[in-house]
């Protein structure tokens, strides 16, 4: 299993980015997939979660500005962000987690299977 990230950069507040995540090793389509941030001294939180039916769900702070989204034929995850701010600054990692067997997906950082390294994103 491998999970890439790429597209963290530094920008200037109000700006946008558009990170990626390469998928591999296990059936994409079928996963929960999300989008995790942490910065230095805190805990990874949640961000975004897409499930296997393309339903999403946003933690409070990003809400009408992020979008997450996935290409099962590209097996990519992606997650659109907007407007940003100096508090969007952290490395953003990106997640799999099985469903379970109601099809629904986990929100919390313990019940995700597969991570990526991360990518940085500095909002100043």
């Known amino acids: 299993v491998q999970l890439v990230e790429s597209g963290g950069a530094s920008v200037q507040a109000g700006g946008s980015l558009r990170l990626s995540c390469a998928a591999s090793?296990?059936?994409?389509?079928?996963?929960?997939m999300g989008w995790f941030r942490q910065t230095p001294g805190k805990e990874r939180e949640g961000v975004a979660i897409?499930?296997?039916?393309?339903?999403?769900n946003y933690a409070d702070s990003v809400k009408g500005r992020f979008t997450i989204s996935k290409d099962n034929a590209e097996i990519t995850l992606y997650l659109e962000m907007n407007s940003l701010k100096a508090e969007d600054t952290a490395g953003y990692y990106c997640a799999g987690a099985a469903p379970d067997y109601g099809g629904n997906c986990p929100t919390r950082e313990p019940f995700f299977d597969y991570w990526g390294q991360g990518t940085q994103v500095t909002v100043s």
């Open positions: 897409i499930d296997s039916g393309g339903r999403t």
């Open positions: 090793g296990f059936t994409f389509s079928r996963y929960c």
